[in-house]
C-alpha cells in the first residue's frame, strides 16, 4: 500500500514564478490537508480539501491556492513566488468521519523542497 | 484548538526509556492530546493519541494526567532511530487543522 506521494521532491523556482505542486493521498483516504515547514519551525496548516472543496485554511494569503480531483489527489499552487516561500510543503491526508472525531489521525508525505531564488 | 508547551531539547541514552513531557493546560473536554514525531528530511509520523486514558501501543505509551492539563510520551527502549523532533498537539481530531509549534528535540546518544 502506497503511501502519500508527492512530487516533485525538489524544485528550484525564481521568485515571481508559479508553482504547481502534487499529491496523491494514501489508499482508503478522502482528505487532504497543506502544510508549510520553514527551516528550523514546525509545519504551518495551509489549507484543507474535502469533497474537491476548500473546508479551512489556516493564515496563508490568496498566492495560495489549491485543488482536490475526483480520485482525491490535490494540488497546491503558489503564485508570484516570494523568497521567503522557501520551505518543505507537506501533504497530509486522512479519512473524514463525517463529523468531528478524535480517532482519525493524518498520515504525511516526505514533502517537497521548494527553493525560491 | 489549545496550545501546547514541550521543553525545547532533551538527551537520551540508547536503551533508557525516554519520557517526553507537554503542558496543555488550556485543554477542552473533547480535545485529544496527539504526538507525532518528525526525524530529519521526512514528513511527521503519528505516534499515539488519547483523549483522558493512558494508551499503548507498539511504538509508544502516552500517560495523560488526571485533570488533563499535562501529558508525557514514554519511549520504552529508546534507540539512536528515534532521534526526532516530537510534537505534542491537542485537538478536536487528528487530522484537521494542526499546530505543531516547535516540539522537542530528541538524541538518543549511544
Known amino acids: 500500500d502506497a503511501g502519500v506521494t508527492q512530487s516533485p521532491t525538489h524544485l528550484i523556482k525564481t521568485r515571481g514564478q508559479q508553482v504547481t505542486l502534487r499529491c496523491s493521498p494514501k489508499?482508503?483516504?478522502?482528505?487532504v490537508s497543506w502544510y508549510q515547514q520553514a527551516l528550523g519551525q514546525g509545519p504551518q496548516f495551509i489549507f484543507q480539501?474535502?469533497?474537491?472543496?476548500?473546508?479551512q485554511r489556516g493564515n496563508f494569503p490568496d498566492r495560495f491556492s489549491g485543488h482536490q480531483f475526483p480520485n482525491y489527489s490535490s494540488e497546491l499552487n503558489v503564485n508570484a513566488l516570494l523568497l521567503g516561500d522557501s520551505a518543505l510543503y507537506l501533504c497530509?491526508?486522512?479519512?473524514?468521519?463525517?463529523?468531528?472525531?478524535?480517532?482519525?489521525?493524518?498520515?504525511f508525505g516526505q514533502g517537497t523542497r521548494l527553493t525560491v531564488v | 484548538d489549545a496550545k501546547t508547551t514541550q521543553p525545547t531539547s532533551m538527551d537520551c541514552a540508547e536503551g533508557r526509556a525516554a519520557n517526553l513531557p507537554c503542558n496543555h493546560s488550556?485543554?477542552?473536554?473533547?480535545?485529544?492530546v496527539y504526538w507525532y514525531r518528525q526525524i530529519h528530511s521526512q514528513g511527521p509520523q503519528y505516534i499515539i493519541h488519547?483523549?483522558?486514558n493512558n494508551e499503548t501501543n507498539e511504538m509508544a505509551s502516552l500517560i495523560i494526567t488526571e485533570d488533563r492539563k499535562s501529558s508525557t510520551l514514554i519511549l520504552p527502549h529508546a534507540t539512536l532511530r528515534d532521534t526526532a523532533v516530537y510534537y505534542c498537539?491537542?485537538?478536536?481530531?487528528?487530522?484537521?487543522?494542526?499546530?505543531f509549534g516547535t516540539g522537542t528535540r530528541l538524541t538518543v546518544i549511544p
Open positions: 488550556t485543554i477542552s473536554g473533547n480535545e485529544y
Open positions: 489508499s482508503g483516504h478522502d482528505t
Open positions: 480539501y474535502y469533497e474537491e472543496e476548500e473546508r
Open positions: 488519547g483523549l483522558k
Open positions: 498537539i491537542v485537538s478536536l481530531t487528528g487530522a484537521n487543522n494542526l499546530f
Open positions: 497530509a491526508s486522512s479519512s473524514r468521519t463525517g463529523r468531528f472525531s478524535g480517532d482519525t489521525e493524518a498520515f
